[in-house]
């Protein structure tokens, strides 16, 4: 373990809190271009906090380690790409591109953690995961109003993804094959929060009147989420 290396990791994390605390500001004074370079600069700021933590400590859990890394990356692109101050068909590009980042995050996040010394065994935990994750998703879309089916779908299958990596962590708290699965359990369940309700402010009328309340929260909780799954992949 190089101390230094991680150190450095965890001032770079450090730095997310006044870059999320920024972001917000700018949110509420409308000034779309500054908020998302804030933005940027916090899932960037957990990038490089992410690549000094793989230095920092590079034995065991390669594949593991490497997927988070990637993920943290894809998350980057997508923070970036679904920004709002573009206008018109180049915003509807963007945002389009930006869910399709957030989803190969979330596709990356699920794979590290199927990630076991029993790949035979899978399975077991899999299915009922599976299963869990149609109950929510329909609580979610009942939820919410959309404007066209498509959309319905779409949301259907983000939510689906989202929150079968959650419990997709069940595997690793079960089987192990990663440094510590009770903290990206954990990330995760919040990662799937902010998801949740990120969808309701955006597709619920209730939570859309509390928007400037319920967005701070969705970036503590995301920017905390990808945090800890960064820190499962360090044996401190």
């Known amino acids: ?36 370079i804030f933005k940027g600069l916090a899932s960037l700021f957990v990038v490089i906090g992410c690549i000094f933590g793989f230095c920092a400590d590079n034995i065991g859990f390669p594949t593991f380690r490497i997927l988070v890394l990637v993920a943290t990356i894809a998350a ?17 590009v963007f945002s389009a591109l930006g869910l399709v980042c957030f989803v190969a995050t979330h596709i990356l996040y699920i ?18 995961a599976l299963g869990l994750v149609l109950i929510i998703t329909l609580i979610v879309l009942k939820a919410v109003k959309c404007p066209n089916l498509v959309t319905y779908i779409g949301i259907g299958l983000y939510t689906s993804i989202a929150f079968l990596m959650v419990g997709c962590t ?14 990206a359990f954990i990330g995760a369940l919040m990662f799937m929060i902010s998801d ?40 401190f």
């Open 170 to 183: 069940i595997n690793s708290l079960v089987h192990g094959g990663i440094p510590y699965p009770p903290v």
């Open 111 to 128: 794979c590290a953690f199927l990630i076991t010394p029993s790949y035979v065994t899978n399975y077991l935990v899999f299915m009922p």
């Open 76 to 92: 980057l692109f997508g923070d970036v790409l679904l920004s709002e101050f573009a206008k018109g068909k180049i915003r509807d």
């Open 196 to 235: 949740f309700i990120l969808c309701l402010v955006n597709f619920n009328e209730k939570a859309k009147a509390q928007r400037k309340v319920l967005f701070p929260i969705v970036l503590v909780l995301y920017y905390v989420a990808q945090i800890l799954i960064v820190c499962s992949m360090v044996n």
């Open 1 to 36: 373990m190089n101390i230094a290396l991680l150190t450095i990791s965890m001032i770079f994390f450090a730095l997310t809190i006044p870059a999320i605390v920024m972001t917000c500001i700018m949110d509420y004074k409308q000034e779309m271009i500054k908020k998302t």
